[in-house]
């Protein structure tokens, strides 16, 4: 009798035990589970990108509306961009000069000009050629006492005066054939390059006062509008997007269970927000760190402080879900 009482406990026990165990609660035989429970959020699987200006300024236009759909480059948000503007048309200025003048340079002195200057310099050594016979005659007529030296004076004076000007002939065209040194060609360059480097900064500069889609995708939410200031990339973001052709679920596995999913295992997706649809999916990736529990159901059994392994399941294109909608995941794994 009394092991007949020790029986009955024992299956009360046991009874109370699995009638109270929480729904969802892991079986302790694994060799027999045939699904993997999880929570999850519906998310693009592109993800949410929060966008942000790389630079300070005040918005201008907002070219966008919430909702629409927008191609891949296509401008979202535009900040005034009056003094980047004009800052560019300045650096072309600059640019347009250094060539011109490198273009002067390279061209070297006019051939007409050098032409004239030779024939400058051969009359001029001509005349020079003269002017010295006549001296070094009146210096001889000189000592035979058949010249004054007033004579003297006059043929020397000649002399000097075409040689200076010989010798100015000489430099004029040694300056005219020298003009073009290659160290001011260097430093011409070297001007051409920073003119150039100045224009790119500008036309970067400008380009960053334009917000434009990083992706095909959708408008989920404007932050901010015409007349608002923008502070730098790490500021808050102005722009809400992501592509939402392409849903998935984050899911969130109990850290017992994180070896049991594998890639490409069937998965289901239901929930309040549901009603009694069951959406199929499949797992196609797996985070390789543990993490803390993000996604949280409205059961009193649901801990707080365990960590989780996220899943990604993906669905098909077909489901229209709103972004964020907390659901209910299993996945087959038998």
């Known amino acids: ?6 029986l009955i406990a024992v299956i009360m026990v046991v009874g109370c035990s699995e009638s109270e165990r929480p729904a969802g609660e892991i079986e302790p035989d694994s060799t027999s589970r045939e699904w993997v ?6 998310e ?4 949410i990108r929060r966008l942000s200006f790389k630079r300070m300024g005040l918005i201008k236009e ?4 919430i909702g629409e759909r927008v191609d891949a480059g296509q401008v979202l948000i535009t900040l005034d961009n009056s003094v980047e503007t004009q800052s560019l048309a300045e650096a072309k200025v600059r640019l347009l000069l250094a060539e011109a003048l490198l273009a002067e340079l390279k061209a070297g002195e006019h051939p007409g000009r050098i032409q004239a200057l030779e024939a400058v310099k051969e009359s001029r050594s001509a005349v020079l050629a ?3 016979r006549e001296y070094e005659r009146t210096q001889e007529l000189r000592l035979g006492g058949a010249a004054t030296p007033s004579d003297l004076e006059k043929a020397e004076a000649a002399y000097l005066l075409a040689l200076a000007e010989s010798n100015e002939a000489d430099a004029q065209l040694l300056e005219a054939r020298t003009k073009v040194r290659p160290e001011s060609i260097s430093v011409a360059e070297a001007e051409v390059v920073i003119a150039k ?3 790119d900064a500008a036309e970067t500069i400008l380009q960053d006062m334009v917000l434009r889609a990083p992706f095909a995708g959708t408008v989920l939410d404007i932050v901010k509008r015409e007349g608002e200031a923008t502070g730098d990339v790490n500021s808050e973001a102005v722009i809400v997007f992501a592509d939402v052709t392409k849903l998935r679920v984050l899911a969130e596995i109990d850290e017992s269970l994180a070896l049991e999913p594998k890639v490409g295992q069937k998965a289901e997706v239901f929930g309040r927000g549901l009603r009694a649809e ?4 499949q797992l196609t990736f797996l985070k390789g760190v543990m993490g803390k529990k993000l996604v949280f159901s409205r059961s009193s059994a649901d801990r707080k402080d365990l ?3 996220q899943v990604y399941i993906d669905l098909p294109a077909a489901y229209d879900l709103p972004i964020g909608m907390e659901v209910d995941v299993r996945i087959r794994v038998n």
């Open 307 to 309: 960590d989780v392994r």
């Open 197 to 199: 480097q100045r224009v």
């Open 130 to 132: 003269q002017s010295k």
């Open 62 to 65: 907002v070219s966008v509306s």
């Open 1 to 6: 009798m009394r092991s007949l009482f020790v």
């Open 278 to 281: 069951v959406l199929s999916g």
């Open 37 to 42: 429970h999880g929570s999850g959020i519906v």
């Open 44 to 47: 693009p699987a592109s993800e």
